[in-house]
């Protein structure tokens, strides 16, 4: 069956980058049609969606963060890699690794998240 | 960037009512449109794809409609087990959008 989880430091100082893994079994990220975003949710917020990763190697940002953001695969260790650099406090958030599938544009699956806080 | 914005922000309902959430989206996104439940402490679960085709193993009381801008799910007789936030997400295009959530909670 298909798992995600996401792995990282729980604490980061701010002006710090952040990378959180993404390990994933029950699906192959190199076959056709296979993706895996990453999304966030501050403390009692919404969701926000942050980055896509997909079969192709092709990725897309949110924009507001586009410049902080870089994601990538390792597709023999079936891992994605998030990382977000000068992070402050307002980054503060559950970060969820999800799958997608590209040709129907939903996460059908998503890891357990893991809480990052961002303080000195 | 398109733009979801859910209605009603917060719903108080009690266990049997029928439930209706409304998401509109900034501009058309066709079909592109997704159903997700989350419940405290857990991830997203998604309830429905594609407006209205519903994920395996939703039960059936879930429903969604619409297309272009205007979207709805639907809650036919509520259970004590879907209390909990719901969010829309498009699909059309990049970056990919939620909604800000609707709470349904017991009245």
């Known amino acids: 069956q298909v798992t995600l989880r996401e792995s990282g430091p729980a604490l980061v100082k701010p002006t710090q980058t952040l990378t959180l893994t993404c390990t994933f079994s029950g699906f192959t990220l190199g076959s056709s049609g296979m993706c895996v975003s990453w999304v966030r949710q501050p403390p009692g917020k919404a969701l926000e969606w942050l980055a896509l990763i997909d079969w192709a190697d092709a990725k897309d940002y949110t924009t507001s963060l586009k410049t902080r953001l870089t994601i990538s695969r390792d597709t023999s260790k079936n891992q994605v890699v998030l990382t977000m650099t000068d992070m402050d406090p307002v980054d503060t958030a559950t970060y969820y690794c999800a799958r997608g599938v590209t040709t129907l544009r939903f996460f059908d699956y998503w890891g357990q998240g893991t809480l990052v806080t961002v303080s000195s | 960037d398109i733009q979801m914005t859910q209605s009603p922000s917060y719903v108080s309902a009690s266990v049997g009512d029928r439930v209706t959430i409304t998401c509109r989206a900034s501009?058309?996104?066709?079909?592109?449109l997704a159903w997700y439940q989350q419940k405290p402490g857990k991830a997203p679960k998604l309830l429905i794809y594609a407006a209205s085709t519903l994920q395996s193993d939703v039960p059936s009381r879930f429903s969604g409609s619409g297309s272009g801008t205007d979207f709805t799910l639907t809650i036919r007789s509520l259970q004590p087990e879907d209390f909990a936030t719901y969010y829309c997400q498009q699909g059309n295009s990049f970056p990919r959008t939620f909604g800000q959530g609707t709470k349904v909670d017991i009245k």
């Open positions: 501009q058309g996104i066709s079909s592109w």
